[in-house]
């Protein structure tokens, strides 16, 4: 009688639903902390960049540095916003349990502003920054929409 109620326990949709439940929670908590490995990461390379950076063009103005390097270092500096970004989306959904578009969208924006900064014009051809911009726009309709839905979800 009792294994029968536990085979009727655990193949009940409530047991299953919850049982995923807790498998999302647990997937999530494991990427939160791979996630604030690779901030670590990508803080450290940051750093070690700009150190070096810095040692190579001691003796000149700090105006002359060169271009590639500063792309280079705010592509790093991008990179760690989006890491953060990403770690704050797996936050929310540990907090709140859904998914919040508009910073998913957001991150999105983030990470290819990053790759138009990073972007040698002289390596790539014109399709490139054209697809770019296309995914640019997009995401940025699309976030306008998912800001304007939220905004009239919050004012009802």
């Known amino acids: 009688m009792r294994f029968r ?4 326990k655990i193949g ?6 919850n049982f995923l439940e807790k498998l999302e929670v647990l997937v999530a908590k494991f990427l939160s902390l791979l996630m604030v490995g690779l901030s670590l990461v990508a803080v450290y390379d940051l750093c ?3 150190s070096e950076l810095l040692v190579q063009h001691i003796n000149q103005p700090i105006f002359n540095f060169p271009k590639e390097g500063l792309f280079e270092a705010f592509g790093l500096f991008l990179n760690v916003l989006i890491a953060l970004e990403i770690l704050e989306n797996i936050t ?13 969208v957001a991150t999105s924006l983030i990470a290819i502003a990053r790759k138009i900064i990073i972007f040698d014009i002289e390596k790539k051809e014109a399709f490139d920054l054209i697809a770019l ?3 640019v726009l997009t995401l940025s309709i699309s976030y306008l929409i998912i800001r304007s ?8």
Do not use: C, P, W
């Open 48 to 50: 070690v960049f700009l």
């Open 12 to 17: 009940s949709d409530e047991f299953f639903l």
């Open 133 to 135: 911009s296309i995914a």
């Open 149 to 156: 839905m939220n905004t009239k979800k919050k004012g009802d």
């Open 92 to 104: 929310v959904y540990l907090k709140e349990h859904y998914v919040q578009y508009e910073l998913v």
């Open 5 to 8: 109620r536990f085979l009727k």
